[in-house]
Structures are given as structure tokens and as C-alpha cells.
């Protein structure tokens, strides 16, 4: 088949949504030709959107405005793809996380839609998706519906976004499959080159870029607790750089890694390689490709049950979720409870690696998509012939 691969960035590029672009773009490649629909964002029209929408809200009413959800936005761009798709003809589009590509646009084959979250219910989670003026959320939540209801099959990475698209959007629960998304790292361990041992050193790893909404203070004070009750453990932060004065000589802080960089990429593998736990309290979090990673690694992850992360981090089988509410104190003691008891912790290694192979990687992921396009070809074709 061929297939149309539909985005607000372009999938060549490592770094677009965090590399799951290029990740998923590199899986649709196994089962078809693949061609590219990626429109630039022209300088006139943001400055177009921000002066006419944007900057009135900000500085009359100290508002934000989504402006990539914006009508405006999305039917300028549902035009450009209903054209190309005109022009250069594909047997089934496949949109990555661009609901503003197909909200407007009439498209005569098959749509698979991957989303990792409704606009209905990021606006307001995310900090940075809060205090949106009321016509900013009414029209983002109509262009996000409109979306959904067009696609033929909506590719939903969380259970969560799952219940959003049913509960808010109307989706029929048919058209909606689970498949959480995999690890974006261009090189995965082998098992045997991972520490399954019962010797557990403690070696904690906080990863990310976000230092607050990651949960950074809880993990750094939870990692504090546990060297209070005699615990011998290690934290490296790797990512960010904490707001915080760090003078610990068991704590490593490293501000930053690209994992397209193939020496930054050496030392993450290494990293990892020699990381115990990853302690991620996030607050907010709509999927979590880390936990991908993590598990890829034999690495039990210990978060918090936000979002979609339920999906990615199942308790006792690849790490712990635990309550939104839960401070450092139940972070250090769960810590403490499996570094306690190695066989708990070699089976946990042992599991995270198996749900890893199961369901958190890439190839997983490649063959699911191929099983939905092939239904929705096959549904579309029936529907043809009648």
C-alpha cells in the first residue's frame, strides 16, 4: 500500500515530538511506500494569527490563545492537504498527533489518526495549557472533535485518551485502538547486555527536561529520604538543571544529552546500563515514551498514576504508579520496599524487559498500524463496491 504520512513537522527530522515522528515514520516505511505531507508554517500567517488572536487576548485580558487550534489554522492547512492529497495520490493517510491537517479537509480514503491526547482534556493539565480564553477552547475543542470523527481509525496512545475520545467527543469505541507509542532510541540492548542481577546499588536516574512538571523536588527529596534511613543510594539527573542548590556528592546532575548526537547517545547508553530505578513523579504527562526506554532497559520505572501513564507503567510488572497525591515519603518507601528485596527487584527487571517486547516498542506498534490499515482499507473497499 501506499501510505501518506500527514504532520505539522517533518518526519526526517529526529527531533520532531521528540523523535516519534521519525520513530513511527521509520515503522510505516516496513509495510509501504511512503509519502510526506509537511506544510512550513509561512512567517505572514503566525504573524497574522498572533496579531489578530494572541496578542488582544494577552495584554486586554491575560489570556492565552492555543493558536495551532485555531479555525483559522486548521482549515488553512485542511485546504493545503485536501490539495496535495489531489496532487499526489496515496492509498491511506496516516496523521501524526495533527488533528488541524484533516479537521476541515474532505479526504476520500482511509484515515488512521495517532493522538496522545484530546484537546479537551491537555487544556488545563499542562501548565502550559491553562488560563486559554473561552473562544480559544471553544474552538480547539472544535477542530480536535471534528478530527476525531473524521478519521476512519483513531490510533490512541493511552487508555486515557481512549476514554476522552469516547466520554467527550462521541467517538464510537470501535473506531478507537489502544497502541502506546515505543522507545525513541535508534539502538536497543539486547538482554543480554543487561544487569538482571539481584545486586541492586540503588542507582536512581531522574530523566527530563521539565524539572517541575517532571516532579524533580519530590524525586530529590525522596532520593534524601532514603539516604536517611541508611539506604546507600545514587541519583543522577540527567536533562535539566535543578532550581535548587545541589552539594551531594552521591547526586550527578548533567543538563543536558542529545540522543542524536552519537556521543551524547554512548553516554545515556550507559547510563542506562547502569541505572537501578528510574524516579520520575511526574506531574503531568499525556504518554511517557521514557517509560519505553526505561523498560527497553530492564529498568523498573517509579511514577505517578497521571494521564496516560497507566498504560506505560503497569504496578508490578515494569515499576510502580502511584497516587497523584503521594509525596516523597511514599516515593522513598516503595524505593526502600524493592531494594529490600532483591528477587522482587530481579523479577521486576526481568518483567519490565518482557512488557517492553510485548507492547512498548516500535515494531509492536508497526504491526498494529498494519493490521488497522489493512481493515480500513478492506472496510473502505466494501463500502465501494456495494
Not at 168 to 179: L, Q
Not at 223 to 235: H, R, T, W, Y
Request: hydrophobic letters at 40%.
Amino acid at each position: 500500500m501506499k501510505i501518506g504520512f500527514a504532520g505539522r513537522w517533518s518526519p526526517l527530522d529526529k527531533k520532531s515530538w521528540s523523535g516519534t515522528y521519525y520513530f513511527s515514520y521509520n515503522e510505516l516505511k516496513k509495510y509501504g511506500e511512503v509519502e510526506i505531507f509537511h506544510f512550513t508554517y509561512p512567517k505572514w500567517f503566525s504573524n497574522y494569527l498572533i496579531s489578530i488572536y494572541k496578542k488582544p487576548q494577552h495584554y486586554l485580558r491575560r489570556k492565552n490563545v492555543a493558536v495551532e487550534f485555531l479555525k483559522d489554522y486548521a482549515k488553512h492547512y485542511s485546504r493545503k492537504l485536501e490539495r496535495e492529497l489531489r496532487r499526489r495520490k496515496v492509498d491511506i493517510l496516516f496523521v501524526a498527533s495533527a488533528p488541524q491537517l484533516i479537521a476541515y479537509a474532505n479526504i476520500d480514503i482511509p484515515v488512521i489518526l495517532l493522538t496522545d491526547g484530546t484537546f479537551y482534556q491537555i487544556q488545563g493539565y499542562y501548565d502550559a495549557w491553562k488560563n486559554f480564553a473561552p473562544f480559544s477552547i471553544r474552538q480547539g475543542i472544535e477542530v480536535d472533535k471534528n478530527a476525531f470523527l473524521k478519521a476512519t481509525h483513531i490510533m490512541a496512545a493511552s487508555e486515557w485518551t481512549k476514554k476522552s475520545a469516547i466520554d467527550d467527543y462521541g467517538v464510537d469505541p470501535a473506531r478507537i485502538t489502544v497502541v502506546p507509542l515505543g522507545a525513541n532510541l535508534e539502538k536497543i540492548p539486547a538482554q543480554n547486555e543487561l544487569d538482571l542481577s539481584t545486586d541492586c546499588k540503588s542507582r536512581l536516574l531522574f530523566l527530563g527536561v521539565e524539572w517541575q512538571r517532571k516532579g524533580g523536588d519530590i524525586a530529590l527529596e525522596a532520593f534524601l529520604q532514603l539516604k536517611q534511613k541508611g539506604i546507600k543510594a545514587k541519583l543522577q539527573i540527567v536533562g535539566c538543571e535543578p532550581p535548587v542548590n545541589i552539594n551531594d556528592p552521591d547526586i550527578t546532575v548533567i543538563p543536558f544529552l542529545d540522543k542524536n548526537n552519537p556521543e551524547d547517545f554512548n553516554k545515556l547508553n550507559d547510563i542506562l546500563l547502569h541505572t537501578d530505578f528510574l524516579l520520575l513523579p511526574t506531574r503531568a504527562e499525556c504518554a511517557g515514551v521514557v517509560f519505553c526506554e526505561a523498560s527497553a532497559y530492564g529498568i523498573p520505572s517509579i511514577t505517578t498514576h497521571t494521564g496516560g501513564v497507566g498504560t506505560y507503567v503497569r504496578s508490578g510488572e515494569n515499576g510502580f504508579a502511584l497516587s497523584p497525591a503521594a509525596g516523597p515519603g511514599e516515593y522513598a518507601l516503595q524505593l526502600e520496599q524493592v531494594i529490600n528485596n532483591p528477587h522482587l527487584l530481579t523479577e521486576l527487571k526481568k518483567s519490565s524487559r518482557q512488557y517492553y517486547e510485548s507492547t512498548l516498542s516500535w515494531e509492536v506498534w508497526g504491526k498494529k498500524f498494519k493490521e488497522i490499515a489493512a481493515a480500513c482499507l478492506q472496510q473502505t473497499a466494501a463500502v465501494k463496491s456495494i
